[in-house]
């Protein structure tokens, strides 16, 4: 059994290097509460889709408003099976961001289906309604927009757009987690979204792990029997009337109960660090306003009953990035490029005969966007020397 008191041997803050991501100290504070979580798996003896899952899903559909909760082994299996649930095609085409993590696009390969790429707006890097707009063909069947880093795409339009044209919304929420849009949360407002709880996401894992989300009683027992290689099982607690029997050729996507006890024992913990996240992008904002040679900051969060933005990654956007990414590194501090090549221009997907300069906005992102340290972990004088390194760069010509 492990101790309450004897938590990993997780590394302190030396004050000399500035980690891109840490969970070190929050494991030390949480981690008697998380031993419990992982005791009670021992004490079961059921390691996969079990008890704990279960708990977690129910405990996710409170937080989010979900009528349904699915855990699965990723983020990444998450988009595949919800596209699947919801009907796609061999051959149809998916309204997809061209800039984006791989995975927004090849999930919809994976599901079999065809990207149809759509350039994002400057500001939010999400799915731009007007060149969605211009970017349905005859074969699009569904739209998904992405919400990246710290904001939704603006999911009135999309929606709208999507009714227009007959189109099935769904959404790559996976770092949506404790997002808000018209008091709906992320994921909800079509078909349904995922979540990714990736040990970098606002709420993490100690591995991999996801979860479909959706209101959709159908889309849910398909993906209730598509993580459970095509049988329905447990999800006939929530739908009786379904034979337990092997119905589709489904996978093995179901989740981990270490993953599960441990996202349990964070998740009461999620909205004090979501305000700690915006305190931190707050901090970086006031410090880098001014500085030469940063081009763009996150925009601030919409304000009124039922908005909430939420800061996964605080990304900027730089002159000479990867300079200043590589200055930052011979300091001690980490870096992500998110994304240094858009989606259209990824070798899988050359095939589909998107040229350089179809997606201007995307394009200039992968250019210059880079994502600075970020996690509740960090502490304000963290942030004051990443933002003076930053600074010191550009004071001595580092933007020429």
């Not at 060149?131 to 074969?139: F, G, Q, S």
């Not at 008091?183 to 996401?201: C, E, I, Q, Y």
């Not at 081009?295 to 009953?305: A, T, V, Y």
Request: proline share 6%.
């Amino acid at each position: 059994m492990l101790s309450r008191n004897s938590p990993l041997a997780l590394p302190e803050d030396t004050g000399e290097e500035v980690a891109f991501f840490s969970q070190a100290a929050t494991f030390r504070r949480l981690w008697p509460s998380i031993a419990d979580r992982l005791n009670e798996v021992f004490d079961d003896g059921k390691f996969s889709h079990g008890a704990q899952v279960a708990a977690l899903e129910r405990e996710l559909a409170a937080y989010t408003g979900a009528g349904f909760v699915l855990g699965v082994n990723s983020g990444t299996d998450a988009l595949v099976l919800l596209l699947r649930a919801c009907g796609l095609r061999p051959g149809d085409g998916v309204l997809v961001p061209a800039y984006s993590f791989v995975a927004t696009a090849s999930s919809v390969v994976l599901a079999g289906g065809r990207p149809q790429f759509v350039d994002v707006e400057p500001a939010s890097y999400a799915m731009d309604p007007a060149a969605l707009e211009r970017a349905i063909t005859p074969e699009s069947r569904m739209v998904m927009p992405t919400h990246l880093f710290h904001a939704q795409a603006d999911m009135a339009a999309i929606g709208a757009i999507a009714e227009r044209h007959g189109l099935t919304l769904v959404e790559d929420s996976a770092e949506g987690i404790g997002m808000r849009q018209r008091g709906v949360h992320a994921g909800l407002h079509g078909r349904g979204g995922v979540l990714s709880f990736f040990p970098s996401k606002t709420l993490g894992a100690i591995g991999d792990a996801g979860a479909v989300l959706t209101d959709d009683p159908a889309v849910a027992a398909t993906v209730g029997a598509l993580r459970h290689h095509g049988r329905y099982g447990r999800t006939l607690a929530h739908f009786p009337g379904i034979a337990n029997e092997t119905a589709l050729p489904g996978v093995n996507s179901k989740m981990d109960d270490f993953q599960a006890a441990v996202l349990r024992a964070k998740l009461p913990d999620l909205d004090g660090a979501i305000e700690r996240r915006a305190a931190l992008a707050a901090a970086y904002t006031e410090r880098l306003r001014d500085v030469p040679g940063v081009r763009r900051l996150p925009e601030p969060h919409s304000e009124g009953p039922g908005e909430r933005g939420v800061f996964y990654v605080y990304l900027v956007e730089v002159e000479r990035r990867d300079a200043l990414a590589a200055h930052l590194a011979a300091r001690g501090i980490g870096t992500e490029t998110y994304y240094p090549r858009s989606l259209h221009r990824q070798p899988c997907f050359a095939e589909l005969g998107y040229g350089q300069g179809a997606f201007p906005v995307a394009e200039a992102a992968s250019r210059h966007a880079l994502a600075l340290p970020f996690h509740p972990d960090l502490t304000d004088d963290q942030v004051r020397r990443v933002c003076e390194a930053v600074a010191a760069f550009y004071r001595a010509g580092g933007g020429r």
